[in-house]
């Protein structure tokens, strides 16, 4: 299962969400989504456990839990939808 982690501490690593996420089963991977411009944390990320269960045992008890700082928010993760694209307006 995949998981959102919402509202990370731009200082959050990847490795400081494995930590976090492996005391309810097995990690995956761990991903925080980095700003290609600026080089710094957009300030979320996910993690992939393989057992559904031990997913949703994290997701209730990491959720409103506080991480460096911040509140966190966990849940499923949703698939990505297709952005629509603007043509852009010439002037």
Request: charged share 25%.
């Given at each position: 299962?995949?998981?959102?982690?919402?509202?990370?501490?731009?200082?959050?690593?990847?490795?400081?969400?494995?930590?976090?996420?492996?005391?309810?089963?097995?990690?995956?991977?761990?991903?925080?989504?980095?700003?290609?411009?600026?080089?710094?944390?957009?300030?979320?990320?996910f993690?992939?456990?393989?057992?559904?269960?031990h997913?949703?045992?994290?997701i209730r008890?990491l959720?409103?839990?506080?991480?460096?700082?911040q509140?966190?928010?966990v849940?499923?993760?949703?698939?990505?939808?297709?952005r629509?694209?603007?043509?852009?307006?010439?002037?």
């Open positions: 299962m995949n998981i959102f982690v919402g509202n990370l501490s731009r200082e959050t690593t990847e490795q400081q969400l494995t930590a976090l996420f492996s005391p309810f089963g097995i990690v995956q991977n761990a991903k925080v989504v980095i700003d290609s411009y600026t080089g710094r944390s957009k300030g979320f990320g993690i992939e456990m393989p057992d559904d269960a997913a949703e045992r994290a008890n959720n409103g839990t506080s991480v460096d700082t509140t966190i928010v849940n499923a993760a949703r698939p990505r939808t297709e629509e694209r603007f043509p852009r307006t010439r002037y």
